[in-house]
């Protein structure tokens, strides 16, 4: 169907094909000249296009124009680059795969790349992309609200992505999103999502760092309400992505970038963990926790693990914790035990009324930073930690760093690339990769959810579109 024969110049290509395109007779062993704009160095192409003959060109199976022309053999047709891209993938898709021959995923991601060069934008028609399977709900609730519909996107705008979805990556947000007590408040009907990874498909105008066929995972600094992103497609502000790790599978690439890059920058900038302290972690099977432990480690830094599910304690000593305890009245003076004198630093996503013992348990002038809020939105910490102690506790949330649309936050870029770097380095030595408790189909997405909330798993639950 399409074999390159040679390359003319830099973007000029001959192949060979067997087909009629708009009434256009293209015989078997024809040879087409495929162009990007300014190919041709005849001025009498590059000027006067509509009146040039192909005919009686010296070179007659040369392509010119504007970047809508084809030259077949003798003949010059008018046949715009995307319905010839279009049905050339129409017609690949029907024939088996061979050596040597494009496939028709690959051919699907060319075609792409090219029409974004060629008109300056994303055309969706190349993506076949219609309506699609998309997870929205109408009503603040439990898992029992969401519903899989049939749904649709509009075009790549300014600055914006076209994704194909490879794996979503669930998070207690999603929860707190569905039941209305997010940060930002759904706009009924709405979708919801904060973590997945994605293929591009297509990007808009302006966008520089991203190109058809990356593998991209995002950050949660886009308004849900304007980026729903639970389906089998989705379309995000490239500010919002990173590139996944060459490493990570899809699902991985869903599961890490909501856990590691606000982990990395929560000890690294916010609490300053130094090689050999003490860290303490406390819901230490929760995916960021997780994430902490690797990171830490790989600071040089001690990681104790806090939980409070007695089937999670065995569960965790593999996963690189150097102790893993059970909460209970003694646990304070369990740290300060094993770390000599209490902990140099400690994570805690809960909140509720037993903060205090986290200021228990913490040594002199130790950082204790909050960055959830699985027991409800109020710390109860006491002065009398805090101020013996020199304690420093504080708040912490992504967005000051990746930026936000919801909160009007500007995307602090170097914080970003550190993390990134930090992230893949790790990924590429092997001592940083996020665990998958399991994966759910996008249909499945009720029984998904309901896995979710009640927090019997160890590791990231994710779901596949397909």
């Known amino acids: 169907i399409l074999r390159y024969r040679g390359t003319i110049r830099k ?11 708009d009434g256009v007779e293209i015989r078997k062993g024809d040879p087409i000249a495929l162009w990007n704009g300014s190919a041709s160095r005849d001025p009498a192409v590059v000027d006067r296009p509509d009146e040039f003959d192909i005919t009686r060109h010296p070179n007659r199976h040369l ?8 030259c077949i053999g003798n003949a010059l047709a008018r046949v715009e680059m995307r319905v ?26 060319r075609c792409a790349g090219c029409s974004q060069k060629i008109f300056g934008r994303a055309d969706r028609s190349l993506m076949d992309i219609g309506a699609f399977k998309g997870v929205r709900f109408a009503e603040l609730g439990g898992p029992e609200v969401l519903q899989v519909q049939e749904v649709s996107l509009d075009e790549p705008g300014e600055g914006e992505v076209l994704l194909k979805v490879l794996g979503i990556g669930m998070t207690q947000g999603d929860v707190m999103y569905r039941r209305g007590t997010y940060l930002e408040q759904p706009e009924l009907p709405s979708g919801l999502g904060t973590e997945i990874c994605g293929e591009v498909l297509a990007v808009g105008p302006g966008v520089k760092g991203l190109q058809a066929g990356d593998r991209v995972s995002s950050i ?44 990395y920058l929560l000890l ?33 830094a001690n990681v104790v693990g806090v939980v409070r ?31 000599g004198g209490g902990a140099n630093v400690v994570l805690d996503p809960v909140l509720g009324d037993e903060c205090a013992v986290l200021g228990d348990m913490a040594a002199y002038r130790a950082r204790i930073v909050h960055y959830g809020a699985l027991a409800g939105p109020v710390a109860m910490h006491s002065i009398y930690n805090l101020a013996p102690k020199f304690l420093t506790v504080k708040g912490f949330t992504i967005y000051g760093y990746s930026g936000s649309q919801v909160m009007d936050l500007a995307r602090d870029d170097d914080a970003m690339k550190q993390a ?4 893949e380095e790790g990924a590429a030595a092997g001592q940083l990769s996020p665990l998958i408790a399991g994966t759910f189909p996008l249909n499945e997405i009720v029984i998904a959810h309901r896995e979710l909330e009640n927090g019997s798993h160890v590791g990231k639950l994710v779901v596949v579109p397909e």
């Open 420 to 423: 990134q770097s930090f992230i």
């Open 268 to 300: 690294a900038y916010e609490a300053q963990l130094r090689a050999n302290e003490w860290l303490v972690l406390n819901a230490a099977a929760a995916t960021t926790s997780l994430a902490a432990c690797q990171l830490a480690k790989r600071m040089n």
């Open 63 to 70: 392509a010119f124009g504007s970047g809508i022309h084809m």
């Open 11 to 21: 973007q000029d290509r001959y192949s060979r094909i067997d087909t009629v395109i």
């Open 309 to 339: 599910n007695p089937d999670k304690v065995e569960a965790l000593k593999s996963q690189g914790f150097d102790h893993v305890l059970l909460w209970s009245e003694a646990i304070a003076e369990e740290v300060k035990e094993i770390t």
């Open 84 to 109: 010839l891209f279009k049905h050339l993938l129409e017609r690949t898709r029907e024939i088996p795969e061979t050596r040597g021959a494009d496939s028709y995923e690959s051919l699907k991601k």
């Open 220 to 263: 949660s600094s886009f308004s849900i309400n304007r980026y729903p992103i639970y389906g089998e497609y989705a379309l995000l502000p490239e500010f919002s992505l990173i590139k996944t790790p060459a490493g990570f599978s899809d699902v991985e690439g869903a599961g890490f970038s909501l856990a590691f890059v606000p982990m």
